[in-house]
């Protein structure tokens, strides 16, 4: 029997320690490499040859779901199952968007996974029935691209100067842009934006 060769992107490293545990233990699957970081995922991939790359959607220097992405253009045969803490509907709809093939509670059985991994290397999609309901009647984000851009920045920490800085635009009009973003979204504050566009998968 040929084994599923997979690659394991999360950066806690007991986790991943024990996920490789977990993985090992079932005599069809192989993890052939593991990484801490999103950015490091294709280059890796590229190397090693998995058939399925199991991801942690929030990994430092890329996303898990950007990391499909662009593991899904460069190698279009290694599938990605994205394991994730919140089931957020409109995160499952991105990672969707995004040619995933899985997407996976952390807390589910060790089983699942296993088993999850075989049927995204079979080719199936693997998506929780009830996430994949809620995803479907998520309403789409009323932000524009550039708004997006924004409050992504925002929520990351940055001033109004330094987005202003970095996307070549006056501090006025960043401000601007923040205040369409609280009135779009009936939040409180700017604070209160993020937590309710991050809740909905609409900023990773």
């Given amino acids: 029997m040929l084994s599923v060769r997979i690659l394991l992107a999360e950066d806690v490293h007991m986790i991943r320690g024990a996920l490789i545990a977990l993985l090992e233990l079932e005599p069809d699957l192989e993890v052939v490499a593991s990484v801490d970081r999103g950015d490091l995922i294709v280059e890796t991939a590229l ?65 699942q996974l296993a088993q999850a991994v075989r ?13 994949a309901l809620s995803a479907w009647e998520a309403s789409d984000s009323p932000l524009s691209p550039r708004e997006t851009q924004v409050l992504r920045m925002a929520a990351r920490g940055a001033d109004a ?21 609280v009135s779009k979204l009936n939040a409180r504050n700017r604070i209160d934006a993020i937590r309710i566009a991050e809740e909905a998968g609409w900023i990773p």
């Fill in 161 to 181: 100067d330094e987005i202003a800085g970095t996307l070549y635009l006056t501090t006025g009009t960043v401000r601007n842009y923040l205040t369409a973003i």
């Fill in 47 to 111: 190397r090693t040859g998995p058939d399925v790359a199991v991801i942690d959607i929030d990994l430092p220097g890329s996303d898990g779901i950007t990391a499909a992405a662009e593991l899904h253009e460069r190698l279009p045969a290694c599938r990605a199952l994205i394991l994730t803490n919140l089931g957020r509907p409109g995160t499952v709809r991105r990672a969707l968007s995004a040619h995933v093939s899985g997407f996976l509670l952390k807390d589910a059985p060790p089983s």
């Fill in 119 to 131: 049927s995204v290397a079979a080719g199936q999609r693997v998506v929780d029935p009830q996430l």
